[in-house]
């Protein structure tokens, strides 16, 4: 079959959908998809809009794991052409879903999502009489870092059945896709979070046409040596919102706006104005560093002018106290990134107290060694090392959709408009 594009319309709002549908079918999509977010949001009235009004194959990604009959029934009748059935499910729902489809003149397509044995599962499929098969990274498991391009060769010699890939494909990997057998590529958040989805949608199906590499700094998911450029991105709002509102440091502000501090924390625990440690961690910190310090009180500064050029030549990124600071006029002057809690003229004596390279807890947030550390005019966010590729991904995330609804808001509509606040406040 001809390479087809597929817009995963992964959205909760059936407005916001049938407008995207829109501009995507102007930019080239092929097939629309009705995402399960927006089926279990809208239900199958849904699918019944998105057909009456486009022309385009519909595909209901339904997911299904049982009542096969029951539910490829009711989507089918809906109006959907296409219908995804989890490759878990058992062969009885199978059978059913694939029986009640054929009845009704719909397909089904295979989501192979967290099938173990794939080639095995992919011949089991194709005797049944499946019509599609997708391979399928999940939303979730993409933030971690997992990518749909690494069996799709091996299942293309096994199946003579067109195969679908979907999981976080934009115009640099849908060409490569293509390229190693893959028919349908399914493109979600790279055209529905862009400000101009036909622009969005053209560009990729320009670079599944020439199957050609198109760059693109948008929609990217980052790997582990990528997370300082991933987290240079982000606000800490955004890096909040993907932790679950977890990770903010209270009461610790910057001296100054427009601070974008991103390094890895380098920990110091001390008493109230004995500034020895934080001073001797200079010594210790490296060039991606910032300089955590907790201060007891806080009435007397740790840390000034002096300390700050120490900072500064190092090539040290900045530093954050729960603790005091002074000489502000001169530390303001070299644009050095500092946070603190308070200020204040008065420093205690260097007794040494404490320690470095320790858990501490800074600004109400447990601190260790290597975890990122991002401050900017709102404050400042500690990412725990060991979650640090699934939270940057998670806050771009949240940045290239905040980024979309500004559009949406800009071509006129309230954010309560746009997002129909009131549709999902808690019932209580």
């Known amino acids: ?32 998809e009705a995402g399960t977010p927006l089926i279990k949001a809208e239900g199958m009235n849904i699918i019944k809009k998105i057909k009456q009004r486009f022309d385009n194959p519909l595909v209901a990604d339904m997911k299904i794991l049982d009542t096969g009959k029951l539910e490829t029934e009711i989507a089918s009748k809906s109006g959907a052409d296409i219908i995804s059935v989890m490759g878990m499910a058992s062969d009885a729902t199978l059978k059913e879903s694939i029986k009640a489809a054929h009845r009704y003149g719909s397909q089904i397509m295979i989501d192979l999502m967290e099938v173990k044995n794939t080639l095995k599962r992919v011949r089991e499929v194709e005797a049944l009489g499946a019509d599609y098969l997708c391979i399928h990274v999940s939303i979730d498991e993409q933030m971690k870092g997992k990518k749909p391009l690494e069996n799709i060769k091996k299942i293309v010699q096994s199946s003579n059945l067109p195969l679908a890939v979907a999981g976080g494909l934009n115009s640099e990997t849908a060409p490569l896709a293509l390229q ?18 036909k622009e969005a949608s053209r560009i990729i199906k320009k670079s599944m046409t020439q199957q050609k590499v198109i760059k693109t700094n948008l929609f990217k998911k980052y790997g582990e040596h990528e997370l300082l450029q991933a987290f240079k991105k982000v606000t800490t709002s955004n890096l909040c919102d993907a932790m679950h509102t977890q990770g903010a440091m209270r009461g610790i502000s910057p001296l100054k706006l427009g601070y974008h501090l991103v390094g890895k924390a380098v920990t110091v625990e001390t008493l109230d104005g ?22 007891g009180q806080g009435q007397r500064a740790v840390w000034g002018e002096l300390a700050t050029w120490s900072a500064l030549k190092k090539g040290i990124q900045g530093v954050v106290i729960d603790g005091g ?38 600004g109400g947030q447990r ?25 940057a991904n998670r806050a771009i995330h949240i940045n290239e959709w905040e980024n979309r609804v500004r559009e949406e808001i800009k071509r006129g509509g309230s954010l309560n408009q746009v997002l129909d606040i009131k549709k999902w406040e808690k019932v209580l």
């Open 1 to 32: 079959m001809n390479p087809v594009l597929q817009v995963a319309l992964d959205m909760v709002n059936g407005h916001r959908a049938l407008t995207m549908a829109q501009e995507c079918i102007h930019g080239g999509v092929d097939w629309l």
């Open 180 to 197: 190693e057998g893959a028919s349908i590529i399914i493109v979600g958040g790279a055209i529905t979070k862009a400000q101009d989805p």
């Open 325 to 362: 600071i002074r000489d502000i006029s001169d530390i303001l002057k070299t644009d050095f990134p500092v946070f603190s809690r308070t200020i204040a003229p008065d420093a205690g004596e260097p007794k040494g107290l404490g320690e470095t390279r320790g858990e501490i807890m800074c």
């Open 367 to 391: 601190v260790r060694p290597g975890d990122w550390i991002i401050g900017d005019d709102s404050g400042v966010v500690i990412v725990p090392a060991r979650d640090a590729q699934e939270i």
């Open 274 to 295: 004995d500034w020895a440690k934080p001073v001797e961690a200079v010594d210790i910190a490296g060039k991606m560093d910032v300089i955590v310090i907790q201060a």
